[in-house]
């Protein structure tokens, strides 16, 4: 048995995904829930009771061999970007995650772009990141676009400025996201 804080530290409410498939408890009280802890995968049980559920109709998938990444809203294909991902010492880790949080990095035309969300997953061989003792893996904009289509980042995704802002503007924290 484990607590999660709520608001995360980021101050932005917890989120937790239900497990996709899941059938719940069979008295219907407890949902098996995605949580954002250490290691990806992990879940747990909650009760229904305690909290709120939603549902989006967006869906973000990932393809780390072919540099892309597409959102998919009601099914329907909205965008198709080129990313770039984790180099061969920091990979991008696979697997099915979900938005988290969404941040405002305090210089827009930095290393992070405009807008960052952080995953529900870890860098799985990194340690600590930027001076955090954990290495979440996030969606975020960046300041080099003629990466995009590289091996370059510590296991984050990076797309161009224009499609993290269109994100942040209309995708939802709890969107899953899946990386192969």
């Known amino acids: 048995v484990a607590s999660l804080a709520n608001p995360i530290p ?8 239900v497990v996709p498939g899941s059938a719940g408890s069979p008295d219907g009280e407890w949902l098996e829930v995605q949580l954002p802890v250490e290691p990806n995968g ?20 990932v393809d780390r061999a072919s540099y892309s990444l597409q959102v998919y809203d009601q099914g329907q294909l909205w965008i198709d970007a080129t990313i770039a991902v984790g180099t061969g010492d920091t990979p991008t880790p696979v697997g099915d995650f979900y938005l988290l949080e969404l941040l405002k990095p305090p210089n827009p ?3 992070y772009g405009p807008y960052a969300f952080g995953l529900s997953g870890f860098s799985e061989v990194l340690d600590g990141f930027a ?21 370059v980042s510590h296991g984050c995704i990076r797309v161009d400025n224009s499609v ?7 995708v939802p924290l709890g969107t899953p996201v899946r990386i192969t």
């Open 164 to 170: 993290i802002t269109e994100l942040a503007t209309t």
């Open 131 to 151: 001076g955090a003792d954990t290495a979440v893996i996030g969606i975020h904009g960046t300041n080099d676009p003629s990466a995009l289509g590289t091996d």
């Open 42 to 61: 992990t879940t747990g049980w909650v009760r229904k009771s305690e909290v709120q559920l939603s549902s989006t109709p967006y869906r973000i998938y």
């Open 109 to 111: 035309k930095g290393d």
């Open 10 to 17: 980021s101050g932005t409410p917890l989120v937790v995904q």
